[in-house]
């Protein structure tokens, strides 16, 4: 028996609410396919199990998961899977793989369909219905860890202290409704470094995007009075906002203070565009998700619906996989535990079908939503036309699924038809290197396959030993980087990181040391292709394909094949140029201060205080060291010592 732990690292009474002592176990069978093998396997598990909740995971011969299910009890559910002639052939297949299974009770259903959504998110089990999207939502925070809080887009982990609003559909959505409440509340979006550092205004209190409270421009208490009026605006009290600026900007107007009236109208406009950018009406909504679906030969399309405080932040479409052989109704349930694993649930949850598990899945997303969550199918109303609404837009946006699916499998035809492949690419990798003469080289790597880029598979690679302006010797590097790292994780080539194509952004020489370096490696049975700006440098779209026998083709200019090949070699170029970027902006603000053992960023920022130039804590002497405010006299010791290595 193995205890594992259960529940996430940000809840830490997770192992109190998911295991129980002796809670978790796993049953090993033998290793070869067998649906027979797969029975005995479940029945040795199920003579152990008691009709408790909990959550059950099917492994095969390797130990991967290849399903997770939860239970209200655990014995009459896995039971089940010992009548096999009973289940349909999706999951005789799942049977016949497995040859394990690891058991998790919990204390209530509610539990186990929480650690169920989970765990999908965690194994990515083949037949789970999976939520493929590797997109955080973004939030609009509003910090409260300063006397003058800063308001900004926030992606992530929402550890920061303050108030979170969201969830926005996309970044553009955030990013207007961020510079409307900028005009609007005049609340400050800078860091707080650069805050402190301020002496004068910046260019945003010039714009009227600022109050500019770094330099005094407003007080801690008229600044606190643009925050709560920011809560109020952000929590659906946005008519009672309203109606207080215009007051305000009559009276200005009665007093012949024109100048604050027209700051004031400004305000009262950048209110009226956040609300008139509204594309549907949620009158009478407060904070509400809805969910549509639709389902059109054999692939599912959900769209959602965010309303906060009265206000449609966006909306998304989401195309569910592993769907084949489930309800409806089951694939509904699944997708929004799993959805609500990373984002708060809203206290209204409308849906477009009504679904068994309705009242278990709102009581395990009650403590998210911080009280009683409520999930209805609306039949009149304002409610009614929204989700109608979204019901449209799930079936026109599945419908431009579909049809992109058809012209990229098309494409992928013509892929492997014009570099000779066996079978369609399933994963395509693209390598370029960005640097200027030489300095600060980062080769990139990114990732395609049938349904798109896989971002979270991209690589960069910092270049250490091609120093000079040389590409191929940095292109050898990157290979034989990148390839000997999967030959030693992978080398029986099961995990799927194995390209099936190689595409490098260059010409004959780029081709012929990535060729080169991949015959060293021992690897004969990868498909490389490079591609070059052809004549007049590409002006004209044609572009040069380089073969690794020394062939080249060319494509017909208005071909969607070249459209395509050309968008994976500009999007490993902007990976690249990034990447390149990114690690130019740290050297240059780099200091010499920083590679000295013991001194980080407090003790760095007292000596440049101090003494005004790295060069001159350099030239201090240790007496002078010792005078530093913050500096310890074994602090000082270190830092002499390390200027002054001989003595």
Excluded at 38 to 61: F, H, S
Excluded at 465 to 492: G, K, L
Aim: aromatic share 8%.
């Amino acid at each position: 028996m193995a205890r594992i732990p259960a529940g996430r690292p940000d809840l830490p009474k997770g192992t109190e609410r998911f295991n129980e002592e002796n809670a978790t176990y796993t049953v090993r069978g033998t290793e070869t396919p067998d649906l027979q093998a797969g029975v005995e396997v479940i029945r040795d598990t199920v003579r152990t199990l008691k009709p408790r909740p909990g959550v059950y995971r099917m492994q095969d011969a390797r130990g991967d998961v290849l399903y997770v299910g939860k239970a209200r009890a655990l014995k009459n559910r896995v039971a089940n899977y010992t009548q096999w002639e009973r289940l349909p052939s999706r999951l005789q297949r799942m049977v016949s793989q497995t040859r394990s299974m690891t058991i998790v009770t919990t204390n209530s259903e509610a539990e186990a369909l929480l650690l169920e959504a989970q765990l999908i998110k965690r194994f990515r089990p083949p037949y789970n219905v999976l939520l493929r999207d590797d997109k955080s939502f973004p939030f609009i925070l509003l910090r409260a860890d300063h006397n003058f809080p800063r308001l900004m887009k926030h992606r992530g982990a929402r550890k920061a202290k303050g108030n979170y609003y969201g969830p926005f559909a996309s970044a553009g959505s955030v990013n207007t409704t961020v510079n409307a409440l900028q005009k609007l509340f005049l609340l400050r979006s800078c860091t707080d470094s650069f805050f402190s550092r301020r002496d004068r205004p910046c260019l945003l209190y010039q714009i009227k995007r600022c109050s500019a409270p770094c330099v005094g421009r407003i007080d801690e208490e008229g600044y606190a009075e643009l925050v709560r009026e920011a809560k109020d605006f952000l929590g659906g009290r946005s008519s009672a906002v309203q109606k207080k600026i215009e007051t305000q900007m009559a009276e200005a107007a009665e007093n012949l203070d024109f100048e604050r009236a027209a700051m004031l109208r400004d305000r009262l406009r950048a209110a009226t565009f956040i609300q008139g950018s509204q594309a549907i009406n949620a009158e009478g909504m407060d904070n509400a998700d809805i969910f549509a679906m639709a389902c059109k030969g054999g692939h599912v399309g959900i769209q959602a619906f965010f309303i906060r405080g009265g206000q449609n932040w966006g909306h998304r479409a989401f195309f569910p996989t592993h769907t084949e052989g489930l309800s409806e109704e089951e694939i509904m349930t699944s997708f929004l535990a799993q959805f609500y694993e990373e984002v708060p649930p809203a206290r209204t949850i409308l849906v477009d079908r009504e679904l068994p598990e309705a009242e278990l899945l709102a009581e395990a997303l009650r403590e998210g939503a911080g009280g009683r969550v409520e999930i209805s199918v609306p039949q009149r109303g304002n409610r009614r036309n929204l989700l109608a609404q979204a019901t449209r837009n799930a079936v026109e946006a599945l419908d431009r699924r579909l049809a992109e699916r058809s012209t990229q499998a098309k494409v992928m035809s013509e892929l492997a038809e014009f570099l000779e492949l066996p079978e369609l690419p399933q994963r395509i990798e693209v390598y370029d290197n960005s640097h200027i003469q030489g300095t600060k080289a980062v080769g990139a790597m990114v990732v395609a396959g049938p349904e798109g880029f896989l971002k979270g598979q991209y690589r960069k690679f910092n270049i250490r030993q091609a120093q000079s302006n040389d590409d191929f010797a940095m292109m050898r590097e990157v290979m034989a980087r990148r390839f000997a790292r999967v030959m030693e994780e992978d080398p029986d080539r099961e995990n799927g990181m194995w390209p099936d194509l190689v595409l490098i952004d260059g010409g004959k020489g780029q081709m012929t040391a990535v060729r080169e370096t991949i015959d060293e490696l021992g690897i004969e049975d990868i498909a490389l292709i490079a591609i070059a700006k052809g004549p007049h440098h590409g002006r004209e779209g044609r572009e040069v394909f380089h073969f690794p026998d020394g062939r080249e083709k060319m494509l017909p200019v208005n071909s969607p094949l070249l459209f395509y090949l050309q968008r994976l070699r500009d999007e490993v170029h902007r990976f690249a140029i990034g990447a390149h970027r990114a690690k130019r902006s740290r050297a240059i603000t780099a200091s010499p201060l920083d590679e000295i053992p013991g001194v980080g960023p407090a003790r760095k920022r007292a000596l440049l205080l101090h003494f005004g130039t790295a060069g001159k804590v350099r030239a201090a002497s240790l007496e002078d060291l010792q005078r530093a405010p913050g500096v310890s006299a074994a602090v000082a010791q270190t830092i002499y010592d390390f200027y002054h290595p001989a003595g």
